[in-house]
Each structure stands twice: as C-alpha cells, then as structure tokens.
C-alpha cells in the first residue's frame, strides 16, 4: 500500500469532530500535506506557552500526564483509522516538544527555534536507538516513546548548546 492510499485510509475514518482524534492529530495541524509532523511540533509552541510558567514538578507531572493520555489518544485514533502511527497523529510531536522546550534558558525566539530545530532533527533522522523503538515498540506507547526519545536527545543538543552561547 502507497503511504498516498495509507493517507486516503487514514482520512477515511478520521473524525475530527471526535475530540479523541482531534486531539491525536494535534487539534488539525496533523492534517497538513506537507510535513505534518513538523506542523505538529510549531502548533505545540503557542500551547507551551500557557504552561511556560509553571514550577518544574508541576510541569513533569503535566508532561506525565499528557504522555499517558497520549498513550491512549493515539491507540485510539490509530485503531479507528485502521493505521499504525499515522504521520498526521501528531500528539507526540506536541509532548516532544514540550520535553525539549523545558531545557531552554530563557524565553526567546531564539531559544524556542533552537528547540525546534534541534527536535524536527532528531525526531526526522530517528538515530539509534529511536528508530530500533520506532519499528519495534507497539501500540499508543510505540507512538509516543520514540518522540519521547527525540526529545531527550534535543534536551541534550539544547543543553550543549547553553554552554557554547
């Protein structure tokens, strides 16, 4: 099957009325033709920011919350559209983000671009051993945990890159 009929299916039986799958597809950013991922990821910066503030536990607590929820959002939005891991389920893209985000230093454009690069990277090459869990690690979790993976590398490179500006 061509990822174009894979596409077809997936809109198919997609409900965006249904908020489990608008949620999953990050409140329709996921439905981009071009590079809906990376669409995902700048939709989760201006939801960031509502959350920007909050003291470091709250904000893991958050980040726990929402990995568990996208667990099961995207389970449930992969089940209904008969696909697994949709490029257009993008609720992943969202808490990548939002892992890679909290490292920044200070909150500027150019922080937040550097996050985002430093993501869309790691998220698109998928080094070991993101990709080893990528095409082995099923389900709403094997959706979520490879982001998660990506985020924890551009955390590093986010870091890395506090000491050298």
């Known amino acids: 099957m061509t990822k174009q009929e894979r596409n077809k ?19 329709g950013s996921g439905m981009s033709p071009i590079m809906p991922g990376t669409m995902g990821s700048l939709m989760a910066i201006p939801l960031w ?6 003291q470091p536990a709250l904000y893991w607590i958050f980040i726990l919350v929402t990995f568990i929820f996208g667990c099961f959002i995207c389970q449930k939005t992969s089940d209904d ?17 939002w892992i890679t ?5 200070q909150l500027s454009v150019m922080w937040v671009a550097i996050a985002f690069v430093a993501f869309r990277v790691f998220d ?4 070991w051993p993101i990709r ?14 490879d982001d998660v993976l990506a985020a924890i ?8 890159m506090t000491l050298i500006i």
């Open 153 to 160: 590398f551009s955390s590093f490179t986010v870091y890395a």
């Open 49 to 54: 920011l509502l959350f920007y503030g909050l």
């Open 124 to 127: 698109m090459a998928k080094p």
């Open 9 to 27: 299916d997936f809109k198919k039986y997609l409900k965006l009325t249904n908020p489990i799958h608008f949620l999953a597809v990050g409140l």
């Open 101 to 105: 985000l909290f490292f920044i230093p």
């Open 81 to 97: 559209t008969h696909t697994h891991d949709s490029g257009h389920i993008v609720w992943d893209e969202f808490v990548g983000m």
């Open 132 to 145: 080893w869990f990528d095409k082995r690690v099923p389900g709403g979790f094997g959706i979520m945990v």
